[in-house]
DNA sequence: GAGCTAAACGGACAATTGTCCGTTTTCATT
DNA sequence: AATGAAAACGGACAATTGTCCGTTTAGCTC
């Protein structure tokens, strides 16, 4: 078998490159750091940080990558123990999650966002889109979405395509933007994302 | 009164760079072009151009501008010559016209975003979510929305927020993605937001 | 129309992104 | 352990973006 093995070197150097672009992000902003401060402090060179990550998006989206499995666990989680509620109420609870994950993470998928728009059309790189993280909270939102208009059958839209457009919806430039012209709180927030989409709110 | 009057030279070289810019745009697509192309080819120098417009963002903010007028005048004809229809045919409408406009205007509408998104927190310069543009859209689809409710007040969502929300959904790339994922036609997805928005459709 | 000032000009310069390619290293084979 | 080829390295280089600042010009005042 001609088995694709890393190299350990290279291993090595993922790790350090990862570890290295969290601290210096944490410590000065996604934006305020350039690729080349992170190979110089990493102690590599800009080719070999570039042959792994394509553009600062790419690399930004191994961080999201990192980070995701908590979000994916806790997100199981939460499915698991709440079974026996509504799928209107799980789809809630699932939309609190991920606008916490959005207003945590929104230097980092922003940062993502930018490069896919840059990238015209052909470019190989990965984006937001084919990242597990979206694929995941789609699939679930998407389940959800689909259990609910079993039950209440009225003319309801494709599951993905509204999973898909209320992602879409959520991303951070659009989300603060409401946000702060209207003055809300997370919790506000929350809310109104739920009336969105004509679930039960506690109002 | 201090009239602040563009001085000559100045409202010259405006036209002068929107011109250069939207053939160049028009030749060889928005990514392809840079800004000291456009300044040389305009005949004046990358300072200048700057000035006036602080990024590539900024100069495809003004030329969807210009062409904002015809998708504005569309619009008011549209609904003025359709006033009997009910307030959720008009909307349909809109959506319609709106998504033939990103088709049409996306390479520039995603150059302004992903400026956007660059442009960390404090940044002065103009984003799509200010332009008139934007501003139109929202307000036209908002009244809409808000005469739906008033008519079926089935716990329907803020209304700017909703309108906001559809926007986003609509965003070129999100947009574009699902259109190629599903493989669906311009009328399938106008087709398919409408269903999202729990328009009537005519399957 | 001479003089003045604020505005506008433009090109050199700095910073950042992204590429290229000659050199080095790993590791499978012998 | 020696060998060789594929993979990885790294720093110089090219391209693009964005800034700075000394110079020019429009258009007002006298």
Redesign the interface.
Known sequence: MSARVERKDAAEHRKLILQTAEKLFDDH?V??VSMHQIAKTAGIGQGTLYRRYTHKGDLCLDLIQDFSHEFVEQIERYLKEHRELPAEERLGGVLDRWIDTIEKKS?LI??V??H???G?EESRAA?F?QSPLYQFVRDRMSELLTEIAKRRP?????P???A??????M?P??YF??KHE?HFSTDQMKH?YR??C?LP?SD
């Open positions: 902003g934006n305020a230097e922003m940062t966002e930018a896919q728009l840059k015209s984006t889109f009225d003319s309801a839209a494709d993905t395509l509204t898909h457009s209320l992602i879409c919806a991303a430039h659009g933007h409401m209207k109104n009336r969105l004509r709110v």
